[in-house]
C-alpha cells in the first residue's frame, strides 16, 4: 500500500510540475533590451539574480546574468573566500556553472530548456525565474 502512495504522489507532483510551466514556443516578443530579476530570499542563502535580455527579430541574441549573495556581494572569483577553502572550492563550482546560463540560452532561446550544472542548481532556478520576468516584459 505505501508502495502505491508513493508512486501517486511522484505522479501528481510530476504533474503539477508539468502545469506550471511556461510555454515558451507560444510566446512572442517585442524587440530592446528587456530586465529580469529574481530575489531569493531562502533564509539560509538569500541572493538575487539579474538579467538582461536583447531580444531582435522576436530572438534571444544576448544575455548577461549577474548573481548577488545576500549581503549583495557579486558571486565572482571571491565568492566562498570567507568560508575557508573546502566551502570556496564548492562555491566557485557554482560560480563556473552559473557563468554558462546566459550563453547557453542564446543558443537554446528557450529558458525551460537551459539546463542546470551540477554544483550551481538553485542558480539555475534563479536565473530562469530572472529570465521569465525579463520575458513578460518583453511579450507581444
Known amino acids: ?23 515558451f514556443s507560444k510566446m512572442t516578443f517585442n524587440d530592446g533590451e528587456y530586465q529580469g530579476h529574481f530575489n531569493n530570499d531562502d533564509k539560509d542563502h538569500p541572493s538575487t539574480a539579474d538579467v538582461v535580455l536583447t531580444i531582435q527579430d522576436g530572438k534571444i541574441v544576448a544575455c548577461t546574468a549577474e548573481f548577488r549573495d545576500g549581503k549583495g556581494n557579486i558571486k565572482g572569483d571571491d565568492y566562498g573566500k570567507e568560508a575557508g577553502d573546502e566551502k570556496y572550492k564548492k562555491a566557485q563550482i557554482a560560480v563556473e556553472g552559473f557563468s554558462t546560463y546566459a550563453d547557453k540560452l542564446v543558443e537554446v532561446q528557450d529558458p525551460n530548456e537551459v539546463d542546470a550544472v551540477s554544483g ?3 542558480s539555475n532556478k534563479e536565473f530562469k525565474e530572472a529570465v521569465w520576468d525579463a520575458l513578460d516584459k518583453a511579450k507581444k
Open 1 to 23: 500500500m505505501k508502495k502505491y502512495l508513493l508512486v501517486g504522489m511522484v505522479v501528481a507532483l510530476s504533474l503539477l510540475t508539468a502545469c506550471g510551466k511556461k510555454d
Open 120 to 122: 550551481a542548481t538553485v
